[in-house]
């Protein structure tokens, strides 16, 4: 229930980042509005980032290993390990 609830939260926040975008594109928003908006986006930006971060982290990845077995690994240690592929 919890999870759910994180996720429902999240499209939330998306959602309202996404009402202020639109807002923001629209030309008849005076300075002083714009410039609320700007800030309030950003604040839901940082959150947003923060939630990302905390969901990447129960994220798991199967991975096969070279004798053909699999494993799983964090997500966050999947990219790393990608980092230093490249």
């Given at each position: 229930m919890a999870a759910r609830a994180k996720k429902d939260n999240t499209v939330?926040?998306?959602?309202?980042l996404e009402q202020i975008v639109e807002k923001l594109e629209n030309d008849d928003v005076d300075i002083d509005n714009a410039l609320n908006l700007y800030r309030e986006g950003v604040e839901l930006a940082t959150d947003l980032n923060t939630k990302l971060t905390e969901i990447?982290?129960?994220?798991?990845?199967?991975?096969?290993k070279l004798d053909g077995s699999f494993a799983l690994s964090n997500f966050e240690?999947?990219?790393?390990?990608?980092?230093?592929?490249?």
């Open positions: 939330q926040l998306f959602g309202k990447s982290k129960e994220i798991y990845v199967l991975k096969e240690e999947n990219q790393d390990e990608e980092e230093y592929d490249d």
